[in-house]
């Protein structure tokens, strides 16, 4: 293979006939981008993206005219920069990431059942409805405001104690019935 000067590569990258062996000779720089990799500990497969993506932004950097042939890296010095500069961003989102996952998981966890507590209440808000107000007024006051059956007779004009635990009965099967089609037509 031979040995390119930055002028020649960068011609050769950008002439679409003679692309192919330019890209030919950045190969035989992958190996510095994977030492690279192996002193960060990355995967076979990640060393290869980042070979892959630093090769890309190399190329598009040359199709920019951003390269200088001038300058005093070489192609291949180049190349391992940006792979250097693309594994440090890659680290340091990592980093941010996993400091969000101590900071905000168990956040995000409470919100997440906050939300399925509220819908909860919606759909217990629902079926209720579904139920009519007689049963909605007893059943929310015997259940959600803890009312004793002996008073709850006394506001139901002096009804007998079992036929209102009756009627709670009735109701919750309506109840019962009412989530079960809602859990049929849900799934």
């Known amino acids: 293979m031979q ?3 930055n002028r020649e590569l960068i011609r050769d990258l950008k002439d679409p006939h003679r692309a192919d062996i330019a890209s030919r000779y950045l190969m035989q720089c992958s190996p510095n981008v994977f030492d690279l990799a192996r002193r960060y500990r990355l995967s076979g497969d990640d060393a290869k993206d980042l070979f ?14 951003r390269f200088d042939p001038e300058g005093s890296a070489s192609a ?13 961003k890659r680290y340091n989102r990592r980093m941010k990431q996993e400091e969000w996952e101590r900071e ?7 919100t997440e059942k906050i939300v399925q507590n509220y819908d909860n209440r919606l759909t217990a808000h629902a079926l209720l409805d579904q139920l009519g107000s007689p049963c909605q007024e007893l059943l929310t006051a015997y259940y959600l405001n803890d009312r004793e ?3 709850l007779s006394k506001d139901y004009e002096e009804v007998a104690i079992g036929t209102l635990q009756q009627r ?20």
């Not at 019935?177 to 799934?187: G, H, I, L, V």
């Open 3 to 5: 040995l390119y000067t």
């Open 52 to 65: 892959q993506d630093a090769m890309l932004a190399f190329i598009e950097r040359v199709a920019g005219d």
């Open 104 to 110: 905000f998981a168990e956040t995000y966890l409470v």
């Open 76 to 88: 291949a010095v180049y190349l391992y920069g940006i792979a250097f500069h693309l594994l440090k």
């Open 168 to 187: 709670i009965r009735r109701c919750m099967q309506k109840l019962k019935t009412y989530s079960k089609k809602w859990a049929d037509n849900n799934r």
């Open 149 to 151: 059956i002996e008073d």
